[in-house]
């Protein structure tokens, strides 16, 4: 299975977001993988299951990653960012602990955002993986996003595309004031 | 391109004839308003584009593209398309007489408007080059395309009749200025503004005819 990459159109100089779904299987049998960040990399993993598609984790990573540039970050670093741009609250606690990966096995995203790796680099391609553009959104609990971003999954819900409008809006709109 | 895909990003630039402290407040307050109207607007199922992101460093809306011509060209080319004869080559099943596309046409404005002003949605600027029909380009023009409401930047939240009533004054005059002859398909669109919303919409509509006596701006004497 190929590894989804997407450059950064605003970013060019900051590499590339690369992404990896591994399946139920490959969960981390109880063990939450550390996050690690170095200088101009970084890995991360999220819970797929609050994920519709990647369109959601770009412009999360996007608007931390612009963050950052200007010296804006709101959280302690760019991996706590891109978790807390996804979720539509300012509390940074909740965000982390709904987008983190969690002890039950469930689908997982890994994310490497930097230079982009070689097919022969990183032990998670050894095992086999789902694909990110395909499988991403095929286990999304409706139920959970809906009572997370405070939508109506009868009104808002109608499909998964609908609902991913209804997220993104929400998240581009959080923490926005005239000055 | 936006994150993968195709997107329109829309900047606000600095007005040097203002107040620099007056211009960054407005300029702020208004990009922060089309963003807010946006969401709200898709919460109430009114066809918008999706916002992305909203860039306050760089006075930037990042939002969904929507490929395809505005209303204004849509029902100039559907005209000139019927008058010339055009449309006869296309095909017959998929196509609709001027009549029945104006009908439908009317249907899905009003439609969308009736829900905009029911969510208490004021447009500000609406007229036919900000209703988009969302389709390619190489769409036969007597295919009813989806519609979408596109530059917000005016726009604003009102619960009044007197709001929503200059608002489809500012539609019905630049329907009559830019579309001539299309009288029939304006009152299609307040019919069936009507139909969605029947309640309010008594309130607006009586409102509008005074609007029409006189003018969009308010007499302030007296």
Aim: hydrophobic share 40%; with cysteine; charged share 25%.
């Amino acid at each position: 299975m190929s590894v989804y990459t997407q450059t950064l159109d605003m970013w060019p100089q900051r590499g590339a977001v690369q992404a990896l779904l591994l399946g139920p299987s490959q969960s981390m049998d109880g063990k939450v993988p550390s996050t690690t960040a170095e200088e101009f990399s970084l890995l991360l993993f999220l819970d797929a299951r609050m994920l519709t598609s990647i369109f959601p984790v770009l412009l999360a990573v996007n608007k931390a990653i612009t963050a950052e540039e200007d010296g804006r970050l709101r959280t302690n670093n760019l991996a706590t960012e891109i978790l807390f741009n996804l979720s539509p609250t300012t509390n940074i606690n909740e965000s982390l602990a709904k987008y983190g990966v969690k002890t039950d096995p469930h689908p997982i995203l890994a994310l490497h955002i930097g230079p982009p790796m070689d097919d022969n680099e990183g032990s998670l391609r050894a095992s086999p993986l789902l694909s990110v553009e395909k499988d991403l959104g095929k286990d999304v609990d409706v139920a959970a996003l809906c009572k997370y971003f405070k939508l109506d999954p009868s009104k808002d819900a109608h499909d998964i595309q609908d609902l991913e409008r209804m997220i993104i809006a929400t998240m581009a709109l959080k923490g926005v004031s005239a000055k | 391109m936006f994150c993968g895909r195709p997107a329109i990003a829309k900047q606000r630039f600095n007005k040097t004839y203002r107040h620099p402290d007056l211009d960054k407040k407005l300029t702020s307050r208004r990009l922060v308003q089309e963003g807010r109207l946006l969401l709200k607007c898709l919460k109430a199922n009114v066809p918008v584009p999706t916002i992305w992101w909203v860039d306050m460093a760089r006075l930037t809306l990042y939002m969904e593209r929507i490929d395809g011509p505005s209303l204004r060209d849509y029902l100039f080319a559907s005209t000139v398309g019927w008058l010339s004869g055009q449309s006869h080559t296309q095909e017959r099943s998929s196509s609709l007489s001027p009549m029945s596309l104006d009908d439908g046409l009317a249907q899905k404005v009003g439609e969308s408007l009736a829900k905009m002003h029911d969510a208490n949605i004021i447009h500000g600027d609406l007229t036919t080059s900000n209703i988009l029909c969302q389709g390619e380009s190489s769409s036969p023009v007597r295919v009813l395309l989806p519609l979408v409401i596109i530059d917000f930047g005016l726009g604003y939240i009102s619960t009044l009749p007197e709001d929503k009533a200059v608002d489809l004054y500012v539609l019905e005059r630049a329907f009559f200025s830019t579309h001539p002859g299309t009288e029939d398909l304006f009152q299609g669109i307040l019919q069936a503004y009507r139909k969605v919303t029947p309640a309010s919409a008594k309130a607006v509509l009586h409102r509008l005819e005074d609007v029409r006596l006189r003018g969009r701006k308010r007499s302030m004497v007296g």
